[in-house]
């Protein structure tokens, strides 16, 4: 059975038709297997950390539905940890493709459930994925979230047909999986803000529906951090559903706009630079997502303590750099491999002129209501740490090591390598980033008062 939330939510969704979510649902994987692809034989694939975990009753479970078995199960090693790049797409893909009228049951996390779905969308066949714990909102999601050539995007593939999430395996998934998962969720609250930002100034409209699928649940989903550190069953159950729903949401707009702003853009920066990937386990999304929630919402407590005589049009219209100094600096700052796609972003959001002065002209005359909405949907950054710090994972950047300097300049580079307008490219129209970097490194600053991690 599915949450009441989740049942609304699939009734609209154009892609995953079935979800059991709750206790006791494992067992129910053969069944849903069998009702969503008649005929069809399954692979059974996972790596082997996740295939201990839930493997055998999910075998089973195919097997008593009558499933027929393409092979035996496909296991990638359980360490090194497996990443989440194209080369293993391809490996995935390319086995799967000899294999004649075979669907994929994966069974694992983010990692494994994005190469199932992009090998499987590659070939133009549904899948269905087991949740091997509440550590990512991409489950339902359309799309996968794949590095190439060392850029890690969105790739475009459809969400899964059906999602098994069952409470006790995910509680029973090792404590990081689920900091990892309350990381990559408490980054809706930011990304909410600078949607109704987008939203405000003409540039990427709210959708109702699906802005009510991700902030709907989203505050009871995060309000139990200290239950979550425990390992409570309920507790991760209210995680695992705002997760789903945050897929849900990704999956009916096409797009990681409901779920994914600026704090989303600080992991996705360190990811491109391949920050943590040789640690083993990897450094998780989520984790470093909970640190980028924490500076993006330090970032949306400056802003809204701003007044509209602040918003300077003058100063905005000296402070534009011309495209060859865009070019020039974005290419001094980032890795080669990554470059040419930050380029084209950074040249993308560019706005001078009489475009630049229409745009402070109605960031003024909304100022007010978008300041209270605003202020309605953030928390404080010192929440954040301290949730973030309560339920396990870690708050600061020196817990993922990344120096004072380093983390100083994601603040900038954050802003190159997405064309999603936040909180950053705010600042940078304004002319102001790099007024608000040093005003939140100053020693009065939130990131002055909190140099190293408390004890």
């Known amino acids: 059975m599915a949450s009441e939330l989740i049942d609304k939510a699939l009734k609209t969704a154009d892609e995953t038709k079935a979800i ?7 067992g129910e994987t053969g069944k849903i297997f069998a009702e969503q692809f008649p005929g069809v034989r399954v692979l059974v694939v996972a790596d082997e950390n996740t295939f201990a975990a839930a493997g055998e009753t999910v075998v089973a479970s195919l097997k008593e539905a009558g499933v ?36 994929i049951c994966s069974i694992g996390g983010g990692t494994i459930n994005d190469l199932a779905k992009l090998a499987s969308g590659e070939l133009g066949r549904q899948y269905l994925n087991v949740c091997s714990a509440a550590s990512v909102d991409g489950y339902a999601a359309f799309g996968a979230s794949i590095a190439k050539d060392g850029f890690k995007i969105t790739r475009d593939c ?70 979550l550190a425990a390992g409570d069953l309920k507790a991760i159950e ?62 949306w407590e400056l802003f809204l303590k701003m007044e509209p005589e602040d918003f300077d049009i003058d100063h905005a219209l000296a402070s534009v750099k011309s495209p060859e100094y865009i070019e020039s600096t974005v290419r001094s700052m980032l890795l080669p491999r990554i470059q040419g796609e930050a380029v084209k972003h950074s040249l993308n959001k560019r706005t001078e002129g009489d475009e630049l002065v ?43 090591e990344i120096d004072w300097d380093r983390f100083r300049e994601t603040h900038f580079k954050a802003q190159m ?7 950053l490219d705010i600042f940078t129209d304004l002319g102001i980033l790099d007024t608000v970097v040093e005003e939140l490194f100053s020693p009065e600053g939130f990131w002055g008062q909190h140099r190293h991690p408390e004890a």
């Not at 059991?20 to 494992?26: H, P, Y």
């Not at 987008?198 to 989903?221: F, H, N």
């Open 417 to 423: 390598i997405r064309s999603r307008y936040t909180i």
């Open 238 to 299: 209210l995680l695992g559903e705002g997760q789903i729903m945050s897929g849900l949401a990704m999956q009916a707009a096409k797009s990681s706009r409901p779920a994914s702003g600026a704090g989303h853009q600080f992991s996705h920066t360190w990811e491109m630079e391949g920050h943590g990937l040789d640690w083993e386990p990897p450094l998780s999304h989520g984790m470093k997502v909970g640190v980028g929630t924490i500076a993006s919402l330090a970032m």
């Open 20 to 26: 059991a979510f709750g206790d006791d649902v494992l």
């Open 68 to 103: 027929e078995f393409a092979e035996d199960p496909y296991l990638f090693p359980g360490k090194p940890t497996v990443y989440a790049g194209y080369e293993n797409v391809e490996i995935l893909r390319d086995h799967v493709k000899v294999l004649d009228n075979t669907f």
């Open 158 to 227: 459809p969400a899964p047909q059906a999602l098994v999430a069952d409470n006790a395996v995910m509680a029973a998934a090792p404590a990081r999986l689920t900091y990892t998962g309350y990381g990559d969720l408490i980054e809706k609250i930011p990304a909410g803000a600078d949607w109704i930002l987008a939203d405000r100034l003409g540039i990427e409209a709210i959708d109702p529906y699906v802005w009510s699928l991700v902030q709907g649940p989203l505050r009871e989903s995060l309000a139990h951090p200290a239950e």
């Open 358 to 400: 229409a745009r402070i002209e109605l960031l003024k005359k909304v100022w007010p209501e978008l300041r209270e909405s605003a202020a309605k949907q953030i928390i404080p950054a010192q929440d954040a740490m301290d949730r973030i710090k309560t339920v396990g994972g870690p708050y600061h950047p020196e817990m993922l």
